[in-house]
Structure formats: structure tokens, C-alpha cells
């Protein structure tokens, strides 16, 4: 039985003293709020209204008593309800990396909406990500994390202006020889992967080639990076989405394996499965993911990834 439904038909009628024109404040048929009431009286073992042949509907004894608990609750559904409806469209703030497009951002909160969730997207670094979500400025965040810890797995690679006719670019043909007129072409990392999982294993490669430190630079942003390998012989270290997007030919490492990872955080006491649950496979597709695994991060991991894999020099 449904006890609300039953006590709403109750409620209307006995308040207004009449089937029909309780039936019909309550957004019911006469025959439904019968049987709803019949079905209460049936499940309380008392009538609540007198059998008469009037027409009206009177209260009995019992009825009387019952009416002011049974509005009670009625209430109480609706103020739940309410509340339920609140929360749905209150919007849910979210901190997602700066490596997209605007629509593809767009895309990701049209699809949150499509699937009743409301998203208030804040785009930042990684470490402002996992500040936002400690201090609960947000309620989830899109955190950097190893690819062992990942949820969501994108590939890295090298890509610049110029078709390298190659599968693999290796960093080992970015060594300047001896007397060299040519400027020294540099690998230019956006701010997303200066973490150490990403940053490290790239330094220590250049360290091992014998290349320039410079030749490994840190932009301040991504605007910056693309336009340098735009206006230069420069690679920019990106997705394959990315490359895409900035119109580059896009290789992956020849020496590294490389990725970025992303797990979803929610603040303290949150749930990150509920916004996985309805944006999983919506997220994947704003980050340009290639891979998604079951794990749900907390917290930030700030472990190193990235296996090593040679080749023949290109």
C-alpha cells in the first residue's frame, strides 16, 4: 500500500468533508481515493469515516484522531520532496584540468544536464584542483593522479607543426651535435603535466641523452605553449585531442610510455560514485580518455609513472 498516497486521499477528504471534492484536491478520482481510504481503514482495523447513505463525508471518532498525524506526514512527503527537487537542480561545482576545447567543456555540462545534474565547472591547475576539493570550495575534482590510481588513462605524446614521417618520435634526435649552427629544439610541457609522475621521468630521459635542460620547458600556460611550437621547429607534449585541436602531427614518445591519469575527489564526506554513476562515460570523452578503469580516487597521488621503452634512433 502506499501509505503517503493513501494518507494524501485521506487528508483531502476529511478536510473538505466530501469524496469527490477531495478526490479532486488531492489530483485523484473518486474511486481512487475510495480505495485508498479503504485500503487505510483496512490496514488501521478502524473506520475513519461514518457508512452513511449521505453523501457527505464525516469523520469518525477514530478519523478525527488520526487526521491531524495523517497530515503530519502528508507534509512531511511534500517537504521531502521539495527538498529532493532542491538539491537536483542546486548546481554541483566541479574542477576539471584546462587541456579542452570550450565546447568540448560545453559538451560535458549539456550532458550532465541531459542526465539531471547541474555543473558549475571550475578550470584549474593540478595542484589548485586538489586544493579546491581539500578546502571543499568545490564538491568533486578531476585530480592528477599516477596511471596505477587512474580511473580515466590519456596517452601522451610529441607533436609539432611538421609531419615527422615517423611512428615514434624519440628525444634523442633532439641532441644538438657538437658545432652545431641549429638552435636547440625544445619539448614544451603545459602546465597540466608539470606533476612529478609526468615531469620526472621526462627529466631524467633528458638528463640521460645528454640534451640541454632547456630543452625540457614549463609554459604558463597552454596558449603559450602551442604558440611556441607553432611559430618554432618546438614540440609540444599533449594529447592526441589536443594535437588535433591545434592542427599538429602528433607521435608518441619513443623512449616513454606516458599518460595522464584522472580520478574523480569529492569533498569530505562526499560520494564520488553518484557523479561517476551518471557522467562516467561523459567525462572520458571531455578528457579525450582511451582507457577507464573501476577505481574511484580520494585523494591526490603525487607517485611516478611512466615505463621505460628504447628504440632505434629515427
Not at 15 to 40: H, K, N, W, Y
Not at 85 to 94: V, Y
Not at 279 to 302: C, F, H, K
Request: net charge positive.
Amino acid at each position: 500500500m502506499d501509505l503517503v498516497g493513501a494518507c494524501r486521499a485521506f487528508v483531502s477528504v476529511g478536510e473538505r468533508g466530501g469524496f469527490t471534492v477531495g478526490a479532486a484536491a488531492a489530483r485523484m478520482s473518486q474511486p481512487v481515493a475510495s480505495r485508498r481510504i479503504a485500503a487505510l481503514e483496512e490496514r488501521f482495523g478502524e473506520q475513519l469515516f461514518e457508512r452513511t447513505s449521505r453523501r457527505a463525508a464525516v469523520l469518525t471518532p477514530f478519523g478525527r484522531d488520526m487526521l491531524p498525524v495523517a497530515r503530519q506526514l502528508v507534509q512531511a512527503a511534500d517537504a521531502l520532496l521539495h527538498e529532493a527537487r532542491t538539491a537536483r537542480s542546486k548546481p554541483l561545482r566541479l574542477a576539471v584540468p584546462g587541456i579542452c576545447s570550450t565546447v568540448a567543456l560545453a559538451r560535458l555540462v549539456a550532458e550532465a544536464r541531459d542526465r539531471g545534474l547541474v555543473l558549475d565547472v571550475r578550470v584549474a591547475a593540478p595542484a589548485q584542483r586538489a586544493e579546491l576539493v581539500r578546502s571543499r570550495q568545490v564538491r568533486a575534482a578531476l585530480l592528477a593522479v599516477t596511471a596505477d590510481r587512474a580511473t580515466w588513462s590519456v596517452p601522451l605524446g610529441l607533436a609539432g607543426v611538421r609531419d615527422p614521417g615517423v611512428k615514434r618520435l624519440y628525444l634523442e634526435t633532439l641532441r644538438l651535435g657538437r658545432g652545431s649552427p641549429d638552435p636547440a629544439r625544445r619539448v614544451w610541457l603545459q602546465p597540466e603535466d608539470d606533476v612529478p609522475h609526468v615531469r620526472d621521468p621526462l627529466t631524467r630521459l633528458r638528463d640521460a641523452l645528454g640534451l640541454r635542460p632547456a630543452q625540457l620547458a614549463v609554459a604558463a600556460d597552454l596558449t603559450t605553449a602551442v604558440a611556441e611550437v607553432l611559430g618554432t621547429p618546438d614540440l609540444l607534449l599533449c594529447s592526441p585531442d589536443q594535437a588535433r585541436e591545434f592542427g599538429l602531427h602528433w607521435r608518441p614518445v619513443g623512449e616513454l610510455a606516458l599518460s595522464r591519469g584522472f580520478a574523480l575527489a569529492a569533498a569530505a564526506e562526499g560520494n564520488p560514485r553518484h557523479i561517476r554513476a551518471h557522467l562516467d562515460d561523459a567525462i572520458a570523452r571531455y578528457l579525450g580518455a582511451t582507457t577507464r578503469t573501476a577505481t574511484t580516487q580520494t585523494l591526490p597521488s603525487t607517485g611516478r609513472t611512466g615505463s621505460s621503452e628504447k628504440g632505434p634512433t629515427t
